[in-house]
């Protein structure tokens, strides 16, 4: 038995979207996202609040740090970590999720790996251009 309770779709300027309410929680139906329910755990995956995301924000605290010390031993401490970190996410962030949509598996897929390269590159600038 479901005391679910329908309130009427409402409508803005640029959305449609209707809620639905149960017992303990409410879902948001978007008719521009096909009229799917957005879950929490895809708010958290787009908000960048997963354990996967922490891990790239460490690697990029690395990296940054790396333009900031003169040490070249702690440069290149910092630069292996921030690619450490980076490949750590992969795994972490590239799993594909049955609760989000497959649009956004597709972006993890692509977006961890970009972010190993982004911070190749970035090393790679420090290395050639910061400590001519």
Aim: proline residues 5%.
């Amino acid at each position: 038995r479901s005391a679910e309770r329908r309130l009427k779709p409402a409508a803005t300027k640029r959305h449609s979207f209707a809620i639905a309410c149960d017992r303990r929680r409410a879902r948001v139906r978007c008719a521009q996202l096909g009229g799917h329910p957005v879950s929490n755990r895809e708010l958290r995956e787009w908000l960048g609040l997963t354990l996967a995301d922490l891990l790239v924000y460490l690697a990029v605290a690395a990296i940054v740090a790396m333009f900031i010390v003169t040490d070249p031993t702690a440069d290149a401490v910092l630069a292996v970590v921030g690619v450490g970190l980076a490949l750590a996410a992969c795994p972490f962030g590239m799993k594909p999720d049955p609760k989000v949509s497959g649009f956004t598996n597709g972006v993890k897929l692509v977006s961890y790996p970009a972010c190993v390269l982004l911070a190749a590159g970035a090393i790679a600038v420090h290395y050639l251009v910061f400590n001519r």
